[in-house]
């Protein structure tokens, strides 16, 4: 019979320092996956309703010497309104600057009220117009007139 050779083993030198990241990555893909599942469901919208003021008819405002702000009406169809009168877009600067000129300085404040309908540009276009003719301050309302 033959000789049996004797079996070397060798010895592993140290310990093994390598880190297993499978798992690792494995737990991150699945995290990954749930944000990319839960994150569009998160952008819902709700319709927010607040509360109108309720004034008693008794009140009576105290006599101020300021002026109320200038009203500018946006119509749906993009005519402007000034003070109830309609305004050209042509001579709506020309227009604006004389009502302005009219009252003391530190009280030429305007009101934009536009409708939820108004072109956007149009608005943009009458903001930047109360600029150039003078308006010292700009409101905006988000109620229907």
Known sequence: MHARRPVVV???????????????VDVVLVLLIIF???TPLMRGEFQLQLPF?????????????ELAPGLIRLTADGSLLLEGEPVSEAEFVPRLRA?????????RGLFFQP???????????ALD??????AE??????QNP
């Not at 003021?53 to 010497?65: F, H, L, R, W």
């Not at 009502?99 to 009280?107: I, T, Y």
């Not at 409708?115 to 276009?125: E, G, K, Q, V």
């Open 53 to 65: 003021a309720q004034t008693s008819p008794t009140e009576e405002p105290p006599p101020s010497k």
């Open 10 to 24: 060798k010895p592993q030198s140290g310990i093994q320092s390598d880190i297993n990241v499978t798992p690792l």
């Open 137 to 142: 301050a700009l409101g905006l309302s988000v």
């Open 115 to 125: 409708d939820a309908r108004a072109p956007y540009t149009r608005l943009i276009s």
């Open 99 to 107: 009502f302005l000129e009219a009252r003391p300085k530190g009280q």
């Open 36 to 38: 990319m599942v839960v």
């Open 129 to 134: 117009g109360a600029k150039a003719a003078g």
